[in-house]
């Protein structure tokens, strides 16, 4: 049974457009959260992380915003360039250091 | 430059036959995992190693052994391949924080 769940297999936006995408997990025990981004033929690679113990974490482009109330993460991405367009993965830890993952989100941005 | 390598890229194997996947990294990092990813399940941990002589399952280990050969090596091994088994196989290390560090993944295809 999936922890970490990506209801929305695929999102296609305008570039400079808002992508948001979505992720809800099952577990409370999870502590840390992250989004991994992967273009085809290569291994994921880390984007950006948020502790339990904020509901906010930017970076440039990318803001991760945490609502543990309802297990729900989403990660938006401002203003959307065609370089975006890849498989996001959601993912949590338990202070394990072990990640569960989501079934992925495929983005495509339109120029 | 610093990374994870696998070998290989691609594998055909039939119904029976074995093999095993290598990774290695020279990130100096203490834990190494084995993920493989299906579409629509995202990635699921095989098998996990959290420092060299160390080896403990994940989510679905059955039907493969690993070996934590040193600090820089850890290789996945298939005893008897099926055609579930089918999937594109990833190795990735972690430090001391969260931010994994993934190969470019081994495709293989049982047949």
């Known amino acids: 049974d999936q922890q970490v769940k990506q209801n929305s297999p695929s999102l296609s936006v305008q570039e400079g457009r808002i992508s948001i995408l979505n992720c809800d997990y099952t577990?409370?025990?999870?502590?840390?959260f992250l989004w991994y981004k992967k273009y085809p033929a290569e291994g994921p690679t880390f984007l950006i992380s948020?502790?339990?113990?904020?509901d906010k974490n930017e970076d440039g482009r990318f803001t991760v915003f945490l609502n543990k109330s309802a297990k729900h993460l989403s990660l938006h991405i401002v203003p959307s360039q065609p370089g975006d367009s890849a498989v996001y993965f959601c993912?949590?830890?338990?202070?394990?250091?072990?990640?569960?993952f989501g079934a992925g989100t495929t983005v495509t941005v339109r120029a | 430059n610093a990374g994870v390598t696998q070998t290989p890229k691609f594998q055909v194997l039939k119904t029976g036959q074995s093999m095993t996947l290598q990774c290695a990294q020279d990130m100096n990092h203490n834990s190494m995992y084995w993920y493989r990813q299906d579409p629509g399940m995202g990635l699921r941990l095989i098998y996990y190693?959290?420092?060299?002589?160390?080896?403990d399952k994940g989510e679905v280990p059955n039907g493969y052994n690993v070996s934590r050969l040193n600090k820089r090596e850890f290789s996945l091994r298939l005893e008897s391949a099926a055609p579930s088994q089918t999937s594109v196989y990833f190795c990735?290390?972690?430090?001391?924080?969260?931010?994994?560090?993934f190969g470019s993944g081994t495709r293989l295809t049982v047949v």
């Open positions: 577990n409370s025990m999870f502590d840390y």
């Open positions: 990735a290390t972690s430090g001391l924080g969260y931010g994994y560090t």
């Open positions: 948020i502790s339990s113990i904020k």
């Open positions: 190693s959290a420092s060299e002589g160390t080896t």
């Open positions: 993912a949590a830890s338990r202070n394990d250091y072990k990640l569960s």
